[in-house]
């Protein structure tokens, strides 16, 4: 269970603000040093590991274009998807040390070693992190249909029979977010995956399945049009774009908090010089006033933090899935 204060450490972690600029290499220096000074001297690839559509390019354009500006060369998005996101990150681990492939990354990180028998990469000793980006909250959302108005009246509905729950995969922060409630709470669920968030949207909007636990920023539309009834917005603020749907804690359960994180990484032995280049540039993005509007306007909230706070986040998470995992007794694949 994470506590409220746990919570304020996972805060005050992403929000730590660094990012000073490593020394110019000096005459003198290894020449992987003195290769550095110019970089980037040409195209940056950004990899993201699933396919083009989903949330992960509602961050990851419109910060790649700003990052493009600010470092003057092309950053140019390329989704490599497959394998629960697996694919695209063991790719970026294997890539060249050099900074001109990046990954950006989510919770995955974090998740995919817990659930995989083997996710093809060490999320400690195969990146260097550069920093954090955004993150987003989780909604439990229901069909308007159901016949519970309020996270009570659904608690007292699960208890005659399990709610069944929609997630964008096993595995995914949503499920098992969904099953550290099963296991902490009065709330009862049953995990429906689904290969995608736009599926599990639909097939709750429909009634095929009672609920959907998803990012903020994937049912806004959807909860304000009144296609989906939100419950509870599992973080520690209600969002402005969603101001009725109350916390988790409102709603009766304090104490359970997460959102989604979002993170930009490169392969591990890329050189220092490099990493602090792309995580000046990569901050300075995240400070522009115009990016941070255009994301909040989708529910995803801006971060500025550097590669330090990637890493807690990593570690931390890692432990918490895993103790859920065992505790569940999830499978892994």
């Given amino acids: 269970m994470e506590t409220d204060d746990l919570r304020l450490q996972r805060r005050s972690v992403i929000r730590a603000i660094t990012g000073s600029l490593a020394a110019p290499a000096l005459a003198g220096l290894p020449l ?3 290769a550095t000074d110019d970089f980037p001297n040409k195209q940056i690839r950004l990899v993201i590991p699933f396919p083009p559509g989903g949330g992960f390019d509602s961050v990851a354009r419109p910060y790649a274009e700003r990052l493009s500006a600010i470092l003057k060369q092309p950053v140019v998005v390329d989704n490599r998807a497959g394998a629960g996101g697996n694919i695209g990150t063991a790719e970026v681990a294997r890539a060249p040390k050099d900074g001109y492939t990046i990954l950006f990354a989510n919770e995955i990180l974090a998740t995919n070693p817990n659930m995989y028998v083997d996710a093809q990469f060490d999320p400690i000793k195969d990146f260097a992190p550069i920093s954090m980006v955004a993150t987003t909250p989780l909604v439990l959302a229901i069909y308007p249909g159901l016949p519970a108005q309020n996270l009570k009246e659904l608690i007292a509905l699960s208890a005659k029979e399990p709610i069944t729950f929609g997630t964008p995969g096993i ?12 296991l902490k709470t009065p709330l009862k669920m049953r995990h429906i995956p689904y290969r995608g968030t736009g599926p599990a949207i639909n097939d709750a909007m429909g009634g ?7 990012s903020a920023s994937s049912l806004t539309q959807q909860i304000k049009g009144g296609k989906l009834r939100g419950i509870a917005i599992l973080s520690d603020k209600r969002s402005p774009l969603l101001p009725d749907v109350p916390t988790l804690a409102e709603a009766g359960i304090p104490g359970f908090t997460h959102d989604i994180w979002y993170a930009v990484l490169a392969p591990a032995g890329t050189p220092p010089a490099v990493i602090a280049k792309l995580r000046d540039a990569s901050m300075t993005t995240m400070r522009d006033p115009m990016l941070a509007s255009r994301l909040r306007e989708l529910g995803i909230d801006p971060v500025v933090a550097d590669d330090k706070a990637v890493t807690a986040m990593i570690k931390d998470d890692l432990k918490r899935w895993k103790d859920v995992i065992v505790e569940a007794n999830i499978q892994k694949e």
């Fill in 208 to 214: 095929q399945t009672n609920a959907v636990l998803t």
């Fill in 32 to 34: 992987v040093a003195l």
């Fill in 171 to 182: 595995g995914t922060s949503p499920h098992l977010f969904g099953e550290l409630l099963n």
